[in-house]
């Protein structure tokens, strides 16, 4: 028998996550892939959520900078397809990083309409939009590095780096955003 559906790596992390945060929220699984990973209610069902999620591992353990990678938390790699960004009927999507040595994760919680907003004012104008989050270590905060410089990568390691389109610290682990909607 094939099964109806299945989830990826990140959905499950982020479903297992959900749980023990909010056990008194329902979460489903839509029986179609229509941009739509899950679905979170009230128990009544009265309120609902939309959330698509968007997984990356840490897929540069070996390629990137020793001296700088010992000052990230977690980073990761996402390619988007713009149209379906563009188009999305979720009210969030949910990029999630994965750091596989320490078993960190951070989920970033943003409106597609606002994260397609940030990639436009970083000039990703393509059909698919690449990025790289990084969170840091020192700070927990979190920037959009997509060609950085050496320079400035370092710049931003120490603290220093300064732009309001590339730090994406608001949305990092905001949680919160599922309490304000069923309070």
Do not use: C
């Amino acid at each position: 028998m094939r099964p109806v559906f299945t989830i990826h790596g990140g959905e499950y992390i982020f479903a297992n996550e959900f749980g023990k945060r909010y056990p008194e929220l329902d979460l489903w699984i839509p029986l179609d892939d229509d941009g739509i990973d899950f679905l979170i209610t009230s128990k009544e069902n009265r309120k609902t959520l939309s959330i698509q999620v968007k997984f990356s591992r840490d897929f540069n353990l070996l390629q990137i900078n020793p001296n700088i990678r010992t000052n990230l938390k977690s980073l990761g790699w996402f390619h988007l397809n713009r149209a379906k960004l563009q188009n999305s009927k979720a009210d969030f999507w949910v990029l999630l990083t994965y750091e596989g040595v320490s078993k960190t994760t951070d989920f970033f919680f943003i409106k597609p309409k606002t994260l397609l907003q940030r990639f436009s004012k970083l000039n990703r104008n393509g059909t698919y939009i690449d990025s790289y989050l990084w969170v840091m270590a020192h700070t927990n905060k979190a920037f959009e590095t997509r060609g950085l410089n050496s320079a400035l990568q370092s710049t931003l390691i120490s603290g220093n780096y300064h732009n309001r389109n590339r730090d994406f610290t608001i949305f990092l682990d905001r949680w919160d955003v599922i309490k304000k909607r069923f309070k």
